[in-house]
Structure formats: structure tokens, C-alpha cells
């Protein structure tokens, strides 16, 4: 696998400079006529995708395109979805707590005109994702973490509520016991809803929303609020998102290079899968923890890969809400 190749500062030789030439005179409306050129019969969307087998947040997401509301929109009202399943014990209320018995959640958005918004360790707030585009809305900050963005989430009007639910803490208290902290492929890192949405005009938003690994260390941050980790969009080639281990995902900026991989060219299905080979490639433990990725590209086209076996993907489009199973690199 090689690494994206930057042309900045690199000595060019007569014929280089020609063509470096020619791209740079293209204008804009040159480089908008290619897109608009495209032909319609590519195209594959309104489109909804997110991690795990979330059939009810994407239905919410489509309803929302349905009714005329942006992709962002609808990535914030099928999140929330999951934020206020208590069963879940992954976002929002009922999310597994930190090893000292506190639910930290942490989430971002960004939308078609690369615009970002995010909060870190927030406590007592069921929907994360909400104050994340508040933030980048409402606000000169892309992020506010802990006291402070719960403090904005109260003035915006949101009310503190305990998430901590019976069934987290009688989990928490079992973990007490041995204090043992070990990802489980597939469970624990069951942590996170990613969510990708296209309206019907092509315009792409994203949003993750998380209540990062169980039994983390207090004040522990993943990938899943941090631009270009666990969140891309660049409205003009795609979007990706991720979950599973934050810590990977975060040393090799998995979502820019998803996006980045598909404007080079890449289909979705091969940028998330060169994106985990370069985890895979660079972690001798990878056997150990899970990582994957879903992404959309322009056209709408969707794709979706990770390290283990176990992970699927939701995917609503033409009316059908299913659960698709990605490729991976390492069956259990």
C-alpha cells in the first residue's frame, strides 16, 4: 500500500510544468461543467448509511429526507434515534460509563460546506449530536468539551438528565470486580452510530455520535468527534466514518484518507479497505481490536470494510432499509 503522493515543493521538469500549467488555468465554471456533465444514470441516491445494524435511526434519517429536510438534518434526527435507546448501551442514555461510573459522550457533524462542530466528554445530555451542530452554528468554536459543553447545551435549552442506566451500572460494577480493560472485538467497540446522508439534490452531511469504550480512563477521547478520524465530508468527492478502536483510527486519520483515496479515484468499497490495510499493516495487534469504516462518494455509491468479521452496515436507498455485511480482512 503506498501513501497519497504530495506534489507541493517538488522540483518539476519542463513537461510537469506544462501540465501543472494547464490544471491551475482551469476556472471554476470549467471544473463545475465536469461535475455537471456527469451522467444521471450514475447517480445512486438519496442515500442514508450508518455503522451496526441500526434499521430504526436510518428509517428516521430517510423519513427526514422525505419530508424536504437537509442531509444534516437527517443524520442529527437518525442519530438521535439511537442516543435515546437506553438498550443500546452505546450512545447517548444507557451508554456504558468510564471506569469511575461516569457516562462521557462525546460527537460531531459536518455538513456539505465542510462546516464542523463537536463535543468532547460531555456528561448529562442525551443527544450529543444536537449540541455538535449547535456548536458549529451557534458559536465562533468547532469544539467544547466537558463542564463547558454541557453548560452550552443547558443555555441552547437541553435538560440534564442521569444516563447512567440500572442495567450500565450493574455492567460497571461487574467490571469493578477484575478491573480487567481489554477491547472485545465486536462488543465493546459496539460504541459508536456513524450515519452518511444525500438528499436528493447530491448534497452529502455526516454525523458520529458515541459513548466512547466502555470502561475508559475519565476523560478519555476517541476518534468519533474528531475531524478527519472518525468523520469526513467533502461534499465534492464523499464522506466517511468510522468506528471501533479510536485510538487506531485517530494515528492514521482513517476518514480524511477515505476521502482523500476516493478522490484519487478509489471506489468506497476499496478506500475503506485500503484505509484498515494501513492499520492492519501498522499494528502488529490488530488481531485484537476491530476498526471499520462505511463511506459514500458523489455519486452516491456506498461501500463499507473492516478488520474482523462481525461488523455490518444499514443502508437505506429506493425505499429498502437493509442490513448489508462487509467484507473483512481477518474472520474470526
Given at each position: 500500500?503506498?501513501?497519497?503522493?504530495?506534489?507541493?515543493?517538488?522540483?518539476?521538469?519542463s513537461?510537469?510544468a506544462?501540465?501543472?500549467?494547464?490544471?491551475?488555468?482551469?476556472?471554476?465554471?470549467?471544473?463545475?461543467?465536469?461535475?455537471?456533465?456527469?451522467?444521471?444514470?450514475?447517480?445512486?441516491?438519496?442515500?442514508?448509511?450508518?455503522?451496526w445494524?441500526?434499521?430504526?435511526?436510518?428509517?428516521?434519517?430517510?423519513?427526514?429526507?422525505?419530508?424536504?429536510?437537509?442531509?444534516?438534518?437527517?443524520?442529527?434526527?437518525?442519530?438521535?434515534?439511537?442516543?435515546?435507546n437506553?438498550?443500546?448501551?452505546?450512545?447517548?442514555?444507557g451508554?456504558?460509563?468510564?471506569?469511575?461510573?461516569?457516562?462521557?459522550?462525546?460527537?460531531c457533524?459536518?455538513?456539505?460546506?465542510?462546516?464542523?462542530?463537536?463535543?468532547?466528554?460531555?456528561?448529562?445530555?442525551?443527544?450529543?449530536?444536537?449540541?455538535?451542530?449547535?456548536?458549529?452554528?451557534?458559536?465562533?468554536?468547532?469544539?467544547?468539551?466537558?463542564?463547558?459543553?454541557?453548560?452550552?447545551?443547558?443555555?441552547?435549552?437541553?435538560?440534564?438528565?442521569?444516563?447512567?442506566?440500572?442495567?450500565?451500572?450493574?455492567?460497571?460494577?461487574?467490571?469493578?470486580?477484575?478491573?480487567?480493560?481489554?477491547?472485545?472485538?465486536?462488543?465493546?467497540?459496539?460504541?459508536?452510530?456513524?450515519?452518511?446522508?444525500?438528499?436528493?439534490?447530491?448534497?452529502?452531511?455526516?454525523g458520529?455520535?458515541?459513548?466512547?469504550?466502555?470502561?475508559?480512563?475519565?476523560?478519555?477521547?476517541?476518534?468519533?468527534?474528531?475531524?478527519?478520524?472518525?468523520?469526513?465530508?467533502?461534499?465534492?468527492?464523499?464522506?466517511?466514518?468510522?468506528?471501533?478502536?479510536?485510538?487506531e483510527?485517530?494515528?492514521?486519520?482513517?476518514?480524511?484518507?477515505?476521502?482523500?483515496?476516493?478522490?484519487?479515484?478509489?471506489?468506497?468499497?476499496?478506500?475503506?479497505?485500503?484505509?484498515?490495510?494501513?492499520?492492519?499493516?501498522?499494528?502488529?495487534?490488530?488481531?485484537?481490536?476491530?476498526?471499520?469504516?462505511?463511506?459514500?462518494?458523489?455519486?452516491?455509491?456506498?461501500?463499507?470494510?473492516?478488520?474482523h468479521?462481525?461488523?455490518v452496515?444499514?443502508?437505506?436507498?429506493?425505499?429498502?432499509?437493509?442490513?448489508?455485511?462487509?467484507?473483512?480482512?481477518?474472520?474470526?
Open positions: 500500500m503506498k501513501r497519497r503522493k504530495f506534489i507541493q515543493n517538488a522540483a518539476l521538469g513537461v510537469a506544462t501540465i501543472g500549467a494547464s490544471l491551475i488555468a482551469c476556472t471554476d465554471s470549467e471544473k463545475k461543467t465536469v461535475i455537471a456533465a456527469e451522467d444521471p444514470s450514475d447517480r445512486k441516491y438519496p442515500v442514508v448509511i450508518a455503522t445494524d441500526v434499521k430504526e435511526a436510518t428509517a428516521s434519517a430517510w423519513q427526514s429526507l422525505k419530508e424536504g429536510k437537509s442531509a444534516l438534518q437527517a443524520v442529527i434526527d437518525g442519530c438521535a434515534v439511537e442516543e435515546a437506553a438498550d443500546g448501551q452505546s450512545v447517548g442514555v451508554g456504558l460509563p468510564d471506569r469511575d461510573g461516569r457516562v462521557t459522550l462525546d460527537a457533524v459536518m455538513n456539505e460546506h465542510g462546516d464542523y462542530g463537536a463535543v468532547l466528554c460531555m456528561e448529562n445530555i442525551m443527544h450529543p449530536i444536537a449540541v455538535a451542530k449547535m456548536v458549529m452554528e451557534d458559536t465562533p468554536h468547532v469544539i467544547l468539551a466537558g463542564v463547558g459543553a454541557e453548560q452550552f447545551a443547558v443555555s441552547q435549552g437541553f435538560k440534564r438528565e442521569n444516563l447512567l442506566t440500572e442495567a450500565s451500572k450493574r455492567g460497571w460494577e461487574a467490571w469493578k470486580k477484575t478491573a480487567e480493560y481489554k477491547p472485545i472485538i465486536n462488543i465493546e467497540n459496539h460504541d459508536t452510530i456513524g450515519m452518511l446522508a444525500m438528499d436528493k439534490n447530491g448534497v452529502i452531511s455526516g458520529c455520535t458515541t459513548s466512547g469504550l466502555a470502561f475508559k480512563m475519565a476523560g478519555r477521547v476517541g476518534d468519533s468527534a474528531i475531524i478527519g478520524a472518525g468523520l469526513f465530508v467533502d461534499n465534492e468527492i464523499g464522506a466517511c466514518t468510522a468506528t471501533g478502536l479510536g485510538e483510527v485517530l494515528k492514521t486519520v482513517g476518514s480524511y484518507l477515505v476521502v482523500e483515496l476516493m478522490r484519487q479515484g478509489k471506489s468506497p468499497q476499496e478506500a475503506c479497505k485500503e484505509a484498515v490495510m494501513r492499520i492492519v499493516n501498522k499494528s502488529k495487534n490488530y488481531k485484537d481490536f476491530q476498526v471499520a469504516y462505511i463511506a459514500m462518494n458523489k455519486k452516491g455509491e456506498t461501500g463499507a470494510y473492516s478488520i468479521d462481525g461488523f452496515a444499514t443502508v437505506y436507498r429506493d425505499g429498502k432499509n437493509t442490513t448489508e455485511v462487509p467484507e473483512s480482512y481477518n474472520s474470526l
